[in-house]
């Protein structure tokens, strides 16, 4: 079974680093690309960037570009998405999730279950 | 970036009642777009991909169709289960846009 597992909740306060990990089972770890997608309290889903775990190439949204870095480790099967100080205006839950692609499209499917960050002092 | 548009945002519905869901682009995607269904404190999950492929798994009572700039999730006889909020999400280029939602409510 294809399967994303993201870590768990964090509360940090503004300024703090933070790492949050999509460890992904059940196929070739290399072949497809990971997204990650942010979700604010109570409002839609924006993709934040995606990884090439082949070569770990990022590509980012301008949105997030500058203010998140996307990493990964092949040898453990997890994508990485990381804050070196993190704002109240963070606090959201954060999805990873596969990205396939055929000639002609592109999908996200799996997601990870999420990771709710709250960032409060 | 490509904008993407839902209508309506809101939509109440029976029990085997038929809805459509509308996604607008604000140019040409092609057949570059996909549906998702978020429950409740869940994952969203993928519904239809590439505009009118259903996923593995899904039942056959929905169906998505449409290309261009103009896209719709249709879905035959509601059930329960049914109720959530569907998102569309091109794939045309980066970066990847989805729509603000809609919320499909019990009437």
């Known amino acids: 079974e294809v399967q994303l597992v993201q870590s768990g909740a964090e509360v940090k306060k503004p300024g703090e680093s933070l790492r949050i990990s999509c460890r992904a089972s059940g196929y070739s770890f290399s072949s497809y690309w990971i997204t990650w997608v942010r979700q604010m309290p109570g409002k839609g889903l924006e993709w934040m960037g995606s990884l090439d775990p082949s070569d770990s190439y990022t590509t980012y949204s301008p949105s997030f570009q500058g203010h998140v870095t996307i990493s990964s480790d092949k040898s453990i099967n997890t994508v990485y998405l990381q804050w070196s100080s993190l704002k109240a205006s963070d606090t959201a839950k954060y999805y990873c999730?596969?990205?396939?692609?055929?000639?002609?499209?592109?999908?996200?499917?799996?997601w990870g279950q999420g990771t709710l960050v709250t960032v409060s002092s | 970036d490509i904008q993407m548009t839902q209508s309506p945002f809101s939509l109440s519905a029976s029990v085997g009642d038929r809805v459509i869901i509308t996604c607008r682009a604000s140019?040409?995607?092609?057949?570059?777009l996909n549906w998702y269904q978020q429950k409740p404190w869940k994952a969203p999950s993928l519904v239809i991909y590439a505009a009118s492929s259903l996923q593995s798994g899904v039942p056959s009572r929905f169906s998505g169709s449409g290309s261009g700039t103009e896209f719709t999730l249709t879905i035959n006889s509601l059930q329960p289960d049914d109720f959530a909020t569907y998102y569309c999400?091109?794939?045309?280029?980066?970066?990847?846009?989805f729509g603000q939602g809609t919320k499909l409510e019990i009437k």
């Open positions: 999730a596969r990205q396939v692609a055929t000639i002609g499209s592109s999908w996200f499917d799996p």
């Open positions: 140019q040409n995607i092609s057949g570059y």
């Open positions: 999400q091109h794939s045309f280029n980066i970066p990847v846009t």
